[in-house]
């Protein structure tokens, strides 16, 4: 079964607008971690944020947050303030506890294409 | 700063030729993986090493084989590479804990003529 979903092959967006990137994740396991990662066209995969299942808040980071349903097993990502340097594709990952911890499952990712 | 490197940006190489991709990461990192990316299946893992010598396969590790002699490096090898083996290949690192994030080397694209 599919772990990380992100329904949204493609999207567009206008500058300075925000986008919200959906991903939805199945685990039964109450320890996890979730990441979203940047891919731009070099092809470098760059860590965005973090989430915790314990954690209470969502987490931010400057024009990066990430809003978690735990209910619902969503975490999207939302970018506000579109720049056209975040056109790139962008992967949301799961984290589990147990020996397989150190694994990360991915999502197919979402391509975002920011138009001036 | 972490560093991942891979040995090589881009590569070519024919049908049945034995494939060497190394990676080394400078942060002393126990753990090491291997995905492959592919349009629409986004990463997936070939192999993983959470220590020297050792080695765990992943979701595809069929038509691949790995080696971890040191702490910093990981190769990945193609036996006998074939066209389905064409793709870019990531290698990343991090240290245990679901909290830490993978650090992702610049991916090699290889091509199997």
């Not at chain 2, 990676?23 to 070939?46: A, K, S, T």
Request: glycine share 8%; charged share 20%.
């Amino acid at each position: 079964a599919q772990k990380i979903t992100q329904t949204q092959p493609g999207m567009f967006v206008q500058e300075k607008e925000a986008v919200t990137l959906d991903c939805t994740y199945d685990t039964s396991d109450p320890s996890y971690g979730l990441f979203w990662y940047k891919q731009p066209s070099s092809g470098e995969m760059i860590f965005l944020i973090y989430q915790g299942s314990y954690d209470q808040q969502n987490a931010t980071e400057g024009r990066y947050s990430l809003n978690f349903q735990k209910a619902r097993k969503s975490a999207n990502l939302v970018i506000s303030a579109s720049q056209l340097g975040d056109s790139a594709m962008y992967f949301c990952a799961m984290r589990e506890g147990g020996f397989d911890g150190n694994k990360l499952s991915f999502g197919a990712g979402t391509t975002v294409t920011v138009r001036a | 700063d972490v560093k991942v490197t891979q040995s090589s940006r881009y590569l070519v190489k024919r049908t049945g030729e034995k494939v060497f991709l190394e990676c080394v990461q400078d942060m002393d990192h126990e753990n090491m993986f291997w995905y492959r990316q592919d349009p629409g299946l986004g990463l997936r893992l070939i192999y993983f090493s959470y220590d020297v010598k050792m080695k765990e396969k992943g979701d595809i590790p069929e038509g691949y084989s790995v080696s971890r002699e040191k702490k910093e490096r990981f190769s990945l090898i193609l036996e006998s590479a074939s066209t389905n083996q064409t793709s870019m290949y990531l290698c990343a690192s991090t240290f245990g804990g679901i909290y830490n994030e993978q650090f992702f080397g610049p991916g090699t694209r290889l091509t199997v003529l």
